[in-house]
């Protein structure tokens, strides 16, 4: 396995632990501090174990090498994950805020125990060590799932800060400002999935990379000797990976092999100069104003 996605399976098998520690933290402190709203996070935690799982199973598949039906390899899978991802915390959110908007009219109080704080206080320390070093891989390495992950682990932090929130303020009899909290979270929810969501699409549907990225590529080709021109320009993603795709004009009475031998130096130039780029097709044309 590529040492990318060994990076990626490491940090999520310790998801997998936390998340599993926190279930049974959550629950047991839930059910024995009378605390609903822990019960519904460990239920949240649980979940989480799930999408790790996902995430695992992407990881391995998306590090498979190109084969006769898979030519530019697996890596949209990461991209597929995400979306599903970013989908099921959007959509989580939306049942969570409609579920904050009835209790502002219709609140359900409950008594928890002073108990239950310090273990949510250490499911907020374990998320976000969770988050930042999931987030620090993810970055790293361009995996779009594992930072999809990454703010899961970011919303969960804010889910229990929430839960905490609302604890202390059961305790003091304040049910509608816990409806007002958890409707926040919720709404964040939404926000953050939807944009893993739109993130996801854009790879899945062969989106153009950042202007920044496709200058560098450009600039790395045009800085080879023999180039005249660089037209056609095209870029697409599929995962972590960039393939590109250009036409470039040399002079036309150079020999076929002098011709071949730029275009090879072009594609050296853009994959030493540009670490998100894969593979190089560069097509050789004659220069318009060399043409008798």
């Not at 780029?277 to 043409?291: D, K, L, M």
Request: proline letters at 4%; one cysteine or more; charged letters at 20%.
């Amino acid at each position: 396995m590529r040492l990318r996605a060994r990076e990626g399976v490491r940090v999520t098998w310790a998801a997998v632990a936390v998340n599993l520690l926190l279930t049974l933290m959550k629950g047991a402190a839930g059910w024995h501090g009378g605390s609903q709203a822990l019960l519904a996070d460990a239920l949240n935690s649980l979940a989480d174990v799930g999408t790790d799982a996902a995430i695992l199973i992407a990881l391995c598949f998306a590090a498979r090498p190109p084969d006769r039906d898979h030519p530019y390899g697996h890596g949209r899978v990461e991209s597929a994950a995400a979306f599903g991802m970013g989908l099921l915390v959007a959509v989580g959110g939306a049942a969570l805020f409609f579920r904050a908007a009835g209790d502002l009219w219709t609140p359900r109080p409950y008594q928890p125990s002073p108990a239950v704080l310090p273990v949510i206080l250490a499911a907020i320390a374990l998320k976000e060590g969770l988050y930042r070093a999931t987030v620090r891989v993810a970055r790293r390495t361009g995996n779009q799932a594992l930072l999809a992950n990454a703010w899961n682990h970011r919303l969960d932090v804010f889910s229990s800060a929430t839960v905490l929130a609302g604890v202390a303020l059961a305790l003091m009899g304040q049910w509608r400002a816990d409806a007002l909290a958890a409707a926040a979270v919720a709404g964040l929810a939404v926000w953050v999935g939807g944009r893993i969501v739109r993130n996801a699409l854009d790879d899945l549907m062969d989106a153009a990379p950042p202007d920044e990225v496709v200058g560098r590529i450009r600039s790395a080709i045009e800085g080879v000797e023999g180039v005249h021109d660089v037209h056609a320009l095209r870029v697409h993603r599929a995962g972590h990976h960039l393939f590109v795709d250009v036409h470039v004009e040399v002079a036309s009475e150079i020999s076929v092999a002098d011709g071949h031998s730029i275009a090879h130096q072009g594609q050296d130039s853009v994959l030493s100069q540009v670490e998100e780029v894969s593979e190089v097709h560069v097509h050789i044309e004659p220069h318009r104003s060399s043409n008798p």
